[in-house]
């Protein structure tokens, strides 16, 4: 599917995710436990479309859905206010913007990858449950966020073709980096969410504060030494530092 079909689809069903996102948003009720339920979610969606349980078309689609209504119940979290229609549909043109590009890139990929055979479609030589996926708690993803410099999850399917990495654990890493659409960017859109809450209230600057430890990126460092800025000009987490979705600095106002 291209860019144009892929946001042609997300327009006309975007009522559907809305109220999808809202019940999502209900269920989990915080960033954490919604991002742990994304993770779990990708490795079933990657799970299903290895043991043919469901056909590319559908994958495809279902991707599409997740993404989007992951986004936006992250945003709603972060709205704290299940109701704000308005300060959600501010938040869907910058999902969009964000995400499909990719999305469709990352696609197009993985259908290169089975059409090629690097992925082989009924392989079950590989249990998941090996590579510790499954249960994955908020916590774990924290530990090496700031460690991979310089990789998104564009590039870091380009490096895995390019070291052959993806043939001997082809499945379980296509699972990490669908989690890389639909979990780890919730961080993100929560933030998305909170800072359209500050800007209503009137708070006039923000500051960016990075995890004190050796472990945080160039960037997050720098944003975090620059201190309070008016409000609007830094870029919420995940945007604007090498870390990209898997930052985890956090935003203050005031
Ligand atoms: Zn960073
Ligand atoms: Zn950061």
Same mark, same amino acid.
């Given at each position: 599917m291209d860019l144009l079909s892929m946001v042609g689809m997300a327009t006309k069903r975007r009522s559907d995710y809305f109220s999808q996102a809202r019940t999502l948003a209900q269920k989990y009720k915080e960033q954490p436990r919604l991002e742990e339920r994304m993770r779990a979610e990708s490795t079933g969606l990657v799970k299903g479309l290895r043991d043919k349980l469901m056909r590319w078309e559908e994958y495809e689609r279902t991707m599409l859905d997740k993404v989007l209504t992951?986004?936006?119940?992250? =945003?709603? #979290?972060?709205?704290?206010?299940?109701?704000?229609?308005?300060? /959600?549909?501010? =938040? +869907?043109?910058?999902?969009v913007g964000d995400m499909l590009p990719p999305l469709t890139k990352f696609l197009a990929e993985t259908k290169e990858y089975i059409d090629s055979g690097v992925l082989r479609l009924g392989d079950q030589t590989v249990d998941f449950a090996d590579y510790n996926l499954l249960g994955a708690v908020p916590e774990a993803i924290d530990l090496d966020a700031d460690v991979l410099e310089g990789v998104n999850p564009e590039e870091e399917g380009i490096q895995e073709a390019a070291q052959r990495r993806a043939q001997g654990r082809s499945w379980p890493a296509l699972a990490e980096r669908v989690s890389r659409y639909l979990a780890t960017p919730t961080f993100s859109f929560y933030n998305l969410?909170?800072? #359209?809450?500050?800007?209503?209230?009137?708070?006039?600057?923000?500051?960016?504060?990075?995890?004190?430890?050796?472990?945080?990126? #160039?960037?997050?460092?720098?944003?975090?030494?620059?201190? +309070?800025?008016?409000?609007?000009? /830094?870029?919420?987490?995940?945007?604007? =530092?090498?870390?990209?979705?898997?930052?985890? =600095?956090?935003?203050?106002?005031?």
């Open positions: 992951s986004a936006l119940a992250a =945003c709603i #979290l972060g709205i704290k206010d299940n109701k704000s229609n308005q300060k /959600l549909e501010k =938040c +869907w043109p910058i999902i969410g909170e800072y #359209l809450v500050a800007q209503d209230m009137g708070y006039k600057e923000m500051r960016r504060v990075a995890k004190q430890d050796k472990k945080v990126c #160039l960037d997050c460092k720098n944003y975090g030494e620059q201190g +309070w800025a008016p409000i609007g000009e /830094l870029p919420m987490p995940g945007k604007g =530092c090498r870390c990209y979705d898997r930052c985890r =600095c956090f935003i203050e106002y005031r």
